[in-house]
């Protein structure tokens, strides 16, 4: 593996018991870049995660990661990266402060430099007036931010991220984004992050679509949706399988249903949208057109409707 790769996975399985989560997924992840694996619960990011992060160990398939090969070099590997999971880390009953300080201690930091390193990260993520709060006393934004902060103390080059905005409103998830991509930009750090979150998946700059353990698609967020040509049309319908049979056969329209509702994927969307309307309005409750968008990704390469398969 050479530098400008980060993490490169092949053939990565992982079953628990008779169930299978992850399903020969090979990936590689390039240096100083934002990835995000983007899926449902249940389509195997935890154990992905958890296997990047050490949590669980190898059972069949390699992982090389920032030059260790995790299967006989896991300790080197740890000391070079930094985790945050999506159940909080941080000691509530201590300051700001000092969670940032005893992080540091278990990777050998003490003194001045221990010190200097983290008054540094809490004034880079905005929290310098708060080191002597205890943590319990802190909105869930800012111990994000202390977070994202103790897991930085010893300089790691690889950032690992679970579901970083559990919890955060939509301001507070704006301040993460912003600092993770301060990170990569000024301090060429590797961001991986899991998310169900479609807003979030089109900041990375690359993504990994997961279904039922595998990968189902590749690429930058933009590679992604200019899969699907032209646009899309979203109808919702009292008898949807009756409208889809109805499309088939009276203007050889193939849709595709989730739920109530059907999408079709059209080159030419603002006259088959006329076309429906004029044929099928008093079928449909609603009609929409737009661009194609990763959701539509996800269901043109499963069959399912990603907000039908998130908490599953």
């Known amino acids: 593996m050479d530098d400008s790769t980060a993490i490169n996975v092949s053939e990565l399985s992982f079953q628990y018991g008779d169930r299978v989560a992850l399903d020969s997924v090979s990936f590689s992840i390039p240096s100083g870049s934002i990835f995000g694996f983007l899926g449902p619960n249940g389509g195997g990011k935890t154990t992905l995660f958890s296997i990047l992060s050490t949590v669980l160990p190898l059972q069949s398939g390699k992982v090389v990661a920032l030059g260790h090969d995790l299967q006989r070099d896991s300790a080197a590997y740890r000391e070079q990266i930094g985790v945050t999971f999506q159940s909080p880390g941080l000691d509530r009953r201590l300051t700001v402060l000092e969670n940032l300080i005893h992080q540091g201690h278990l990777f050998g ?123 899309c049309l979203t109808i919702v319908a009292d008898r949807p399988d009756d409208l889809k049979r109805r499309l088939q056969t009276d203007l050889q329209v193939e849709s595709q249903r989730a739920g109530e509702t059907l999408r079709i994927h059209e080159p030419n969307g603002q006259e088959l949208f006329r076309q429906i309307m004029d044929r099928f309005s008093g079928d449909i409750r609603s009609i929409s057109l737009g661009k194609p968008t990763l959701e539509d990704v996800f269901l043109m390469e499963t069959g399912s409707r990603f907000a039908e398969t998130v908490g599953a």
């Open 109 to 231: 930091l003490r003194g001045d430099e221990l010190r200097l390193r983290a008054d540094g990260l809490l004034t880079q993520f905005g929290v310098a007036d708060r080191q002597a709060d205890i943590v319990d006393t802190l909105s869930g934004g800012l111990k994000r931010r202390v977070e994202l902060a103790k897991c930085l103390i010893h300089r790691p080059s690889l950032l690992l991220l679970d579901e970083p905005s559990t919890g955060l409103d939509p301001g507070a998830r704006h301040e993460l984004w912003a600092s993770l991509e301060q990170l990569r930009t000024d301090q060429g750090v590797t961001v991986v992050v899991t998310t169900h979150l479609m807003e979030e998946a089109e900041r990375c700059d690359r993504l990994a679509l997961l279904h039922l353990g595998r990968i189902v698609a590749l690429g930058s967020p933009s590679e992604l949706r200019s899969r699907i040509a032209g646009e």
